[in-house]
């Protein structure tokens, strides 16, 4: 779900856009995917936020396997899909879903790896008004038992949610 501005001089970008059209360089990653993206496009003066977006993002599903919500100022890890899917199924819960407030892009090095093994922890929370917020988002290193793994956590975090795609269909 795109929510960009349409206010003139609006500095917002098109979140699908190679440098060169796929007209003329069609092996870009953006080019040789494209046929699995779909787009759903809202002026953001009338896009009621995130949330709504959320909502409207969910309904772009076409039954595929996995769904993943991210926030689009996110960067991923080198091989993110392979390692979600994996931490998944070791959940052995066809209904799990892994989530949280991802770490900070600094965290990434130039080849996509992460640069140390830690994981952000939603531990603490207080309602502002009817929303609740996050007290903290500390990253902590996990201990040997529990890496590559997910853990349990009372929380869910808007940042980033991976699943079996069939939950926005369960748990609209």
């Not at 091989?79 to 600094?106: C, F, G």
């Not at 990434?108 to 531990?123: F, H, L, R, Y």
């Not at 869910?156 to 699943?163: K, R, T």
Request: net charge negative.
């Amino acid at each position: 779900v795109q929510q960009n501005s349409a206010i003139e001089g609006s500095t917002d970008k098109e979140c699908i856009r190679t440098e060169v059209p796929c007209s003329e360089k069609p092996d870009q990653l953006l080019c040789r995917f494209a046929k699995n993206i779909r787009v759903h496009m809202v002026q953001a003066e009338e896009s009621l936020g995130p949330t709504f977006g959320r909502h409207r993002a969910d309904r772009l599903y076409w039954g595929e396997t996995y769904a993943l919500q991210v926030d689009a100022h996110s960067t991923m890890l080198k091989n993110w899909d392979e390692e979600a899917i994996l931490q998944h199924k070791r959940t052995r819960n066809d209904y799990a879903v892994m989530t949280n407030y991802p770490s900070d892009v600094q965290a990434i090095d130039e080849n996509g790896v992460a640069k140390w093994q830690s994981t952000p922890m939603m531990c603490a929370s207080h309602f502002e008004g009817e929303m609740l917020r996050f007290d903290s988002n500390l990253e902590m290193k996990m201990p040997q038992r529990l890496q590559g793994s997910p853990v349990l956590q009372p929380f869910w975090g808007a940042g980033a949610s991976f699943s079996r795609g069939h939950r926005l269909i369960r748990v609209p």
